[in-house]
């Protein structure tokens, strides 16, 4: 969920406080990171620093900052969206301060600079820490895309006067892609030729902070002489704030939802939230035949111009399902991987990056074990020093003689419910059995045809609780995972609680108080072993 913390001298400050949407609970609640761990350590962050506008960096803070009412540095376009969320709490937004791209401000003994780098929403930073003799840059979201349509290039000449840094704590989110990312200029002439040979309405799911591909399917829908309507409340918020900003000045005027019945299908661009599956969004109600305006037609398309994120490949699939019976044409990442960018650097630009800033350590971050593993030896390589692929809740100590790990603390989950954050249903610490300890399971799976695979490492923290033989307990979890049958994460979880608890209580001496998380993560792209990863 994104939310960092670095002390020095007893003066902390955070970086970024987001949220996540589980899908393995009833309702698919937020969840916010827990603040326990500040409480016992006396930890209060003296000034919250932004580095971009994505909901999993910004979406916790009416949540969590009104325990710090400290100041909120963030870039125009998060301001403004920071603002809108404010105003909806009824939180007064005094204390948030726009920061341009390239400025630096201090808080204690910290001075920090917003450094631009592009992503897939404008306005994205590193930021540049000095602190103390030490040089550390967190990069936040990024990738290198010469063409990114909305903002600049990274600037290397910039970046090369940083050099050399001490640390870097970067994105692993696709380290182990190789090559490039692929740039939003790219993506833009491929919907060009795709809404060009389409007859028939179009719809196009992209995520809303995309304001990039927004100006792509604008610039396509003047070409093709096509009108835009936005379909969802997120699409309509960050159209509304990116062009008060001046971001979105090529797109025409819209048309109203209530006002497409009245023009030709082949006149029509829709764009519309919910490329996820999303139960509530846009494109659900489009393929439940639930919109109160628009109907699609055999012959309409719909681009998918968003990569599933993981865990959610499931409900996509449905939603396609119906689709296709409907007989939409569809384009989505499978027949048509042109039509999308990611946000994350490939190898080629985390080389690229450290080639010019020449980071002495890195600390990856984001991302699944695999990914944090690949930055790992991507960045061993290049002669940096990345000993560690911290998990969520460690506090990491870093000096002259580099990175070490000095303590983990447990993160239970925290949910958001009826506009108060309380501890995950099931999972409050018990009182009165505090004798038998705690086992915390943090279990990453993905889905497959066949069934559920767990991903990467066990996370596991069994405080205060007896011995647990890993090894044994790794491969009973495994076996269970391939004989349940489970079509969501929320099934999954119901189905393995109670196997879980009967096989601790038939192998410790005292069953302690359990606390499962699951998560879902990427299926590994194997390659043959002669390739390099």
Not at 323 to 338: A, C, K, R, S, V
Request: with cysteine.
């Amino acid at each position: 969920m994104n939310f960092t913390l670095y002390g020095y001298e007893d003066h902390w400050v955070a970086v970024d406080c987001g949220m996540m949407i589980r899908q393995d609970m009833p309702g698919t609640p937020l969840q916010v990171p827990n603040l326990d761990t500040l409480s016992s350590l006396g930890v209060t962050p003296a000034a919250l620093f932004i580095t971009h506008g994505h909901e999993d960096h910004i979406g916790a803070v009416v949540w969590l900052w009104p325990n710090w009412q400290c100041p909120i540095y963030a870039t125009p376009l998060a301001a403004g969206l920071l603002r809108l969320k404010f105003a909806e709490h009824g939180l007064s937004p005094d204390k948030i301060i726009v920061v341009e791209p390239g400025e630096a401000l201090s808080s204690g003994p910290f001075t920090v600079r917003h450094l631009p780098l592009p992503h897939s929403i404008p306005e994205s930073c590193a930021l540049m820490m000095l602190v103390g003799d030490y040089r550390v840059l967190h990069t936040g979201d990024w990738k290198l895309d010469a063409q990114p349509l909305v903002g600049k290039p990274a600037d290397a000449g910039q970046f090369r006067a940083l050099a050399p840094l001490d640390l870097v704590v970067g994105d692993s989110t696709n380290a182990p892609m190789p090559g490039h990312s692929g740039s939003e200029g790219d993506v833009a002439r491929a919907l060009a030729r795709t809404i060009a040979n389409c007859k028939g309405r179009v719809v196009i799911s992209c995520f809303a902070s995309n304001v990039a591909r927004i100006v792509a399917i604008a610039r396509a829908a003047q070409q093709c002489g096509r009108r835009i309507s936005l379909m969802g409340r997120s699409m309509e918020r960050m159209v509304t704030v990116a062009r008060g900003l001046g971001y979105l000045d090529e797109l025409p005027p819209l048309v109203p939802s209530h006002d497409l019945g009245y023009l030709p299908a082949d006149e029509v661009i829709i764009i519309a939230t919910g490329s996820q599956g999303e139960p509530r969004a846009a494109l659900q109600r489009l393929a439940q035949r639930r919109h109160p305006f628009v109907d699609l037609e055999p012959g309409d398309n719909i681009i998918f111009s968003a990569k599933a994120i993981p865990g959610n490949e499931r409900p996509i699939e449905r939603l396609k399902k119906r689709f296709t019976q409907m007989g939409i044409t569809l384009f989505d990442e499978f027949n048509h991987p042109e039509l999308h960018a990611t946000g994350h650097p490939a190898q080629e630009e985390l080389t690229t990056l450290y080639r010019w800033v020449k980071p002495r350590h890195l600390l990856p971050v984001h991302g699944e074990a695999r990914h944090q593993q690949a930055h790992q030896a991507l960045a061993e390589s290049l002669n940096i020093a990345a000993p560690l692929a911290p998990l969520n809740g460690d506090l990491i100590h870093f000096d002259a003689h580099g990175l070490r790990h000095q303590a983990r603390y447990p993160q239970p989950p925290c949910i958001v419910s009826q506009n108060s954050v309380v501890p995950h249903p099931g999972l409050e610490t018990s009182t009165q059995n505090k004798r038998r300890g705690s086992l915390y399971l943090a279990l990453p799976v993905t889905a497959s045809d066949v069934g559920w695979w767990r991903i990467g490492r066990l996370m596991l923290d069994n405080a205060g609780a007896g011995a647990l033989d890993e090894d044994s307990f790794s491969d009973w979890l495994d076996e269970q995972l391939s004989d349940i049958h489970a079509d969501t994460l929320a099934e999954l979880r119901q189905a393995l609680q109670p196997r879980l608890i009967n096989w601790l209580a038939e192998h410790m001496q005292h069953l302690p108080d359990v606390h499962l998380q699951i998560m879902a993560a990427e299926m590994p792209e194997w390659t043959k072993p002669d390739q390099e990863s």
